[in-house]
């Protein structure tokens, strides 16, 4: 089936925020503050903050899409995967000790860490309530019961990936480029290639068709990952919209684990003794970004970045139930978040 309308991708984004405010309402008023730490975290509590771009539920309305047409049948599964990430996103804010997320004040600093991992667990649950609505909208139980198992699932790699992004982080030894890649895989990679094959899962029955979207949103987010290592370090903020400030935040993304392990030993004894510094100057940061490159980390980091993105098309290209319209604004989108 071919898409009957044209696509605005505002209101694809419109409607899953509708969708969303359905299952984040008061209940009683007695409860009425802890859904407005979630609006607040989501950005939907009629203020000015900013709301995320909400890649993963617009990838997986446009995999539905593509197959199916209309894309409103879809939302529940969209409203599941928003809630899903921002679920861990509060969590993570408590276990990085982030004050600041999308240039507002996080949960844990304006309400106590206690009342900000109970709301991220209340997030997590609202994530699966969404998933119901998919029954009354006439799909079947089956249907239903297969995504909720994918859902957990992805829930289960995202945490498996936390937990060794925790444990790396207080390890004295750098993460290997190897199990970077592997906590990637699962912290990044796992949920938007989940939040496509739901999007396709709901639309068919044909497991050939469901695995080649699969394979499309893994190849994506791993592109999408290292993309956004590079710009934590080389991107510019009038163009990326936030500070490079990966460096000074001694975060260990793959340009510094490659160098790592690819510098010389004084290199690698220089840039270990930089990233023990608690507060980096600038010209620490000059120094640490200039082993980087002389290592080549941000070549490698680049192509690939680059070898992702292109794989993520070619499994796109290889979809011939895809209809065209929706193809070309997934490349667009491919295109417009994968700079490197």
């Not at 969303?20 to 008023?29: G, H, S």
């Amino acid at each position: 089936m071919t898409v009957t309308r044209d696509l605005d991708l505002s209101v694809l984004l419109a409607d899953t925020e509708a969708e969303i405010l359905r299952v984040v309402r008061d209940r009683d008023a007695s409860t009425a503050g802890v859904y407005e730490m979630v609006r607040y975290h989501l950005g939907l509590d009629g203020s000015d903050g900013t709301r995320g771009k909400r890649i993963r539920p617009l990838l997986g309305l446009l995999a539905y899409a593509s197959i199916a047409g209309d894309h409103r049948a879809a939302l529940p599964g969209a409203a599941a995967v928003e809630l899903g990430h921002n679920f861990s996103l509060v969590h993570d804010d408590i276990e990085d000790g982030d004050v600041e997320r999308r240039h507002r004040a996080t949960l844990w600093t304006l309400h106590g860490v206690p009342q900000a991992i109970n709301t991220g667990d209340l997030i997590f649950s609202l994530s699966r309530i969404a998933l119901h609505r998919l029954t009354d909208l006439g799909f079947s139980d089956a249907k239903v019961l297969r995504l909720m198992r994918l859902y957990d699932e992805t829930c289960v790699r995202l945490c498996e990936g936390q937990y060794l992004d925790i444990a790396s982080s207080a390890s004295d030894a750098p993460m290997t480029v190897e199990l970077y890649f592997d906590m990637i895989g699962r912290k990044t990679a796992a949920l938007i290639a989940a939040s496509i094959e739901a999007g396709a899962l709901l639309a068919t029955d044909d497991e050939a068709v469901i695995g080649g979207y699969r394979r499309f949103g893994w190849a994506l987010g791993l592109a999408f990952q290292l993309n956004d290592d590079l710009l934590g370090i080389w991107g510019e903020q009038r163009r990326t919209g936030k500070e490079p400030t990966d460096v000074s935040r001694r975060k260990k993304t793959l340009p510094v684990l490659y160098a790592f392990e690819h510098a010389d030993a004084a290199a690698r004894d220089r840039l270990a003794a930089l990233y023990a510094i608690p507060e980096p100057t600038a010209a620490d940061i000059a120094g640490i970004v200039a082993i980087l490159e002389r290592t080549g980390a941000r070549t490698f980091t680049r192509t690939e970045a680059r070898r992702y993105r292109d794989q993520a098309i070619a499994e796109l290209g290889a979809l011939e139930v895809i209809d065209p319209e929706v193809r070309d604004e997934l490349i667009g989108i491919i295109n417009g978040v994968i700079t490197a």
